[in-house]
């Protein structure tokens, strides 16, 4: 049997007004708390630094149509710079993704990275670039705002990492996430 094909997706990259501990905490809280939009997570399994976890998430479809997809996912945690999600149940034959944080003066550079495979080979290959990947790419953008504004108003309230200005200017943003 032939291997699915990986396609990478371009990483999404944004600066966060937080330090980036308060935003690894922030990306790690798997489980506490249901999400809006038939998003939420669930600890399946817990071996320490990894994670056994069911993602529920809703994506935009074709003609403004929604759906929700479940993933587990084994998810390493590397404190406080880069956490590795690899795919183990879900639709797609290949799904890694990474959330790294990088320090920048009092801010964090969060960068989002995916690669991804669809079964059926060089059929895949093409479903995957013409449909997936803008699919996906639109989803990663979507979420890296999200997460930027909830990083950032849980900084505005945190008394452990306490939101200091930083190098850029407030709203600045390396890779807009519209």
Do not use: N
């Not at 999404?12 to 506490?32: K, N």
């Not at 038939?38 to 600890?43: D, K």
């Not at 990663?140 to 309230?157: D, F, N, P, Q, S």
């Amino acid at each position: 049997m032939l291997e699915p094909i990986p396609i990478r997706v371009e990483p999404v990259e944004t600066l966060i007004h937080a330090d980036r501990r308060l935003a690894f905490q922030v990306v790690t809280a798997f489980g506490a708390s249901s999400g809006s939009e038939g998003a939420s997570t669930r600890i399946l399994k817990d071996e320490g630094g990894r994670l056994l976890v069911e993602f529920l998430t809703e994506t935009k479809q074709l003609f403004g149509r929604r759906k929700v997809y479940k993933t587990v996912e084994w998810v390493t945690k590397h404190e406080p710079d880069r956490i590795d999600f690899e795919g183990v149940e879900g639709p797609l034959a290949i799904l890694r993704d990474s959330f790294t944080f990088l320090p920048d003066g009092g801010c964090a550079v969060f960068r989002y990275e995916s690669e991804f495979a669809v079964r059926w080979w060089v059929l895949g290959w093409i479903v995957g670039i013409a449909y997936v990947r803008p699919m996906l790419r639109r989803f990663m953008v979507g979420h890296v705002k999200k997460l930027k504004e909830t990083i950032e108003e849980r900084a505005r309230r945190s008394k452990v990492y306490p939101q200091v200005p930083c190098s850029h200017p407030e709203g600045h943003v390396m890779e807009e996430a519209a």
